[in-house]
């Protein structure tokens, strides 16, 4: 069972920076490819970005593309969702999570979620 805890979430303006933290428990944590969803108000939950086992595989949703960046500290076993250029389209939920494959659509392990607002 793996344990995942989101922090970081915060308002901004347009423009600005945030950087979200998940801290993992249970489990190996090097051995789970790890991903960031989001959900924005009344709307679908959406892929973000996602980092393979040992972090040299990444990949990121068009629309935070050059403005995101998923990083990993397997020692803190800790997975980092730096975010510049925020836009208001980028409110959401930010839903950290876990499992054995990598870029799978229902990620098996799931954080409470970290609220991201920004305004214009």
């Known amino acids: 069972q793996v344990h995942l805890v989101e922090s970081g979430g915060a308002s901004v303006q347009a423009g600005g920076s945030l950087r979200l933290s998940c801290l993992a428990s249970?489990?190996?944590?090097?051995?789970?490819?790890m991903s960031w969803f989001r959900q924005p108000p009344g709307k679908e939950r959406e892929f973000v970005a996602v980092i393979s086992w040992s972090g040299d595989m990444t990949y990121y949703a068009d629309y935070v593309k050059g403005r995101f960046t998923i990083s990993r500290d397997n020692t803190k076993r800790t997975v980092y969702l730096q975010m510049n250029g925020l836009i208001p389209q980028d409110t959401a939920v930010y839903y950290c999570?876990?499992?054995?494959?990598?870029?799978?659509?229902?990620?098996?392990?799931w954080g409470q979620g970290t609220q991201v607002t920004v305004s214009s």
């Open positions: 999570t876990a499992d054995s494959s990598y870029g799978i659509e229902n990620p098996r392990y």
């Open positions: 249970g489990g190996t944590f090097s051995t789970y490819a």
